[in-house]
């Protein structure tokens, strides 16, 4: 059971992500909140759009490097329930043999805890602006089931600071809405894109050529400094300049 002075450095926690002033202070105040709720490891992990790929994620992390560098060449987000998990869901889901179902998930698991990441809890990161992510906490411990309510309560908590708190840090890391300037014709172009049409079907809603389509569709990806259309939407949604659908 915590004591006042616990509750009293708990607050004091949470208020260090809001006050930090860089990544490594952010990153200090949130793994030592994982270490006042009994887990050694943390991972948090979020993108402005669930369209954006998912390796580029503004990711803190004290998993061990060379599990990251094993999951990030083997691709295996996409194994990994727990992010199947938390594309679908807002609930927390807490790890144990039963999550890891199928021949894929098991040999995943099995990997995970010849690192030590054994039991935890993931918490699916759904934001007010469309972000998308994960913060886990794990440990190579069992899962005290004791306990288990109390925890989530907090691990909640610190999951809804850690969203809020992480904004400075990623807003940062994505394109102001004035940084990139597009044309009236661009624009229009690209929200027709981001729903989902082709260049034929952009050029018959808009009463223009196929080819002007492609031409603005090109100087949009220049201007974004990307090589596909789907990555310049996703650079869109993150700058407020389209509105997913």
Known sequence: MRTKGDEVLEQDQLCKLLDAQSESQWAKALLTLAGQLGFERMLFGVVPHKAQPLESA??????????????????????????????MSVL????GPAVFQGIQPQQFY??????GLRSGVTLPVHGRSGEFGMLSFVTDASYRSDSR?????????????????????????TPAADAVKLTARELECLKWVAAGKSSWEVSRIL?????TVNFHMANIMRKFNVSTRQQAVVKSIAAGMVVPG
Request: charged share 15%; hydrophobic share 40%.
């Open 58 to 87: 503004f990711l803190i992390s004290n998993y061990p490097s060379e599990w990251r560098a094993v999951y990030h060449s083997q691709h295996m987000h996409n194994v990994d329930p727990t992010v199947s998990h938390c594309l």
């Open 92 to 95: 927390p889901i807490i790890w």
């Open 110 to 115: 099995e990997q995970a805890c010849s690192f």
């Open 149 to 173: 309510a109390e925890t989530l309560a907090g691990l909640t908590l610190v999951r809804d600071y850690a969203l809020e708190s992480s904004r400075k840090f990623t807003l940062a890391q």
């Open 207 to 211: 009463g223009r050529s196929e080819a």
